[in-house]
């Protein structure tokens, strides 16, 4: 039987959503192309069921020593349950460094909303996933964790590992650590996850629309606020925003036939609504002129529950990941990461990267 060894690091809403995921698809029939959130049920023979985790890590102190499968359900994550049943996984959630993967401000909040880290030493990574027999580790660290992001990318060079980056922490779209996953003759799928029906996947669509319509968008902006732990990470200050604003306004921009000046699109994070808890609420305008010069402008509200919403474009991204192993292909990995990331090495229209997703995974295309 085929799988994929999948190794987690971060075990947040998005860990539980892709977990729960896994068991609640898992009777889906071969022959049944159509799953909620996946690009196919198939994908270079793997279904969503042959994904099997072998490592998690994570340093909240209400998670490390738990099996995965109660992890997930532990605070401060509060998405929504979709799949109750989740057996024992045999997979425990080990301590991983700290680094800068928690913000400073964090400790002044209560415990369902804030980490807690654990007492308990940090294991090596790459030892870890060596031994668990990790073929793909999904990189889940909070938004701003550069430093420990970097650490498990070093951790998959050293193991062997391939790495699909979730976090807009730029590894794939970095020469330079693209370059190191070439020379391991490992594949890397990143950076920065796109939700199926997200804010920026929307924003792209309207702002190509716009340009194909032959709009001249001349101000946009994108004001999202949610609940979760990412939210709440994200008050620390603009320096750790930083990489998230641009990942978001790039993937906009690269939609325009003249990026606009930075004075005239605003995007990213903008506050923390406790009640909200997994959910996010973005707020979305864009303004330009049409025929004669006569203004225009779109105003949309977009409602989603924040982590299931990218979980099925992980998954895709997992499955792609294993299948460039497969064919002995290394580094970036350019129309899966064009296709489901906000910030690859080469920004593609939305439709263009389907089509040369859909070749890859049919093998008419090398990368």
């Known amino acids: 039987m085929k799988e994929i060894k999948v190794a987690i690091a971060g075990v947040g809403n998005c860990a539980s959503s892709l977990i729960q995921g896994l068991f609640y698809y898992k009777d889906v029939a071969s022959n049944d192309d159509l799953v909620p959130g996946l690009m196919h049920n198939v994908i270079g023979g793997y279904k969503i069921s042959d994904l099997k985790p072998v490592a998690a890590f994570d340093i909240d102190r209400r998670k490390v020593g738990k099996d995965l499968s109660e992890a997930i359900l532990a605070k401060p994550n509060n998405t929504i349950i979709f799949q109750k049943d989740i057996p024992n996984l045999g997979v425990e959630v080990k301590k991983g460094p700290v680094l800068d993967g928690v913000a400073s401000h964090m400790g002044d909040y209560d415990e369902n909303r804030s980490f807690r880290v654990s007492d308990g030493a940090a294991i090596n990574v790459a030892k870890e996933l060596k031994n668990s027999g990790a073929e793909v580790l999904i990189n889940y660290m909070p938004v701003g964790s550069q430093q420990a992001t970097e650490y498990y990318a070093n951790a998959c060079l050293e193991a062997g590992v391939g790495l699909v980056n979730c976090m807009p922490v730029f590894i794939a779209s970095n020469p330079e650590w693209e370059k190191k996953f070439k020379d391991k003759g490992l594949p890397i799928v990143g950076d920065d996850i796109k939700a199926q029906i997200g804010a920026t996947i929307t924003h792209r669509t309207l702002a190509k629309l716009f340009s194909d319509r032959g709009v001249k968008v001349e101000r946009t902006y994108q004001l999202n606020v949610g609940g979760n732990t990412d939210f709440l990470n994200m008050k620390e200050g603009e320096e750790r925003l930083k990489s998230k604003r641009e990942s978001k306004s790039s993937s906009v921009q690269s939609q325009l036939p003249v990026p606009l000046a930075p004075e005239n699109i605003h995007i990213g994070p903008s506050d923390h609504v406790p009640w909200l808890n997994d959910k996010k609420l973005c707020f979305l305008r864009l303004e330009g002129r049409k025929f004669g010069d006569v203004p225009i402008s779109l105003e949309l509200r977009l409602d989603v529950e924040d982590s299931p919403n990218s979980a099925g474009c992980s998954i895709d991204g997992i499955?792609?990941?294993?299948?460039?192993?497969?064919?002995?292909?290394?580094?970036?990995?350019?129309?899966?990461?064009?296709?489901?990331?906000?910030?690859?090495?080469?920004?593609?229209?939305?439709?263009?990267?389907?089509?040369?997703?859909?070749?890859?995974?049919?093998?008419?295309?090398?990368?």
């Open 319 to 367: 499955r792609c990941c294993k299948l460039g192993m497969d064919r002995g292909l290394s580094g970036e990995l350019t129309s899966i990461s064009s296709y489901t990331m906000k910030h690859p090495m080469t920004q593609f229209p939305d439709t263009v990267a389907r089509e040369m997703l859909e070749e890859f995974i049919k093998g008419e295309r090398e990368r």
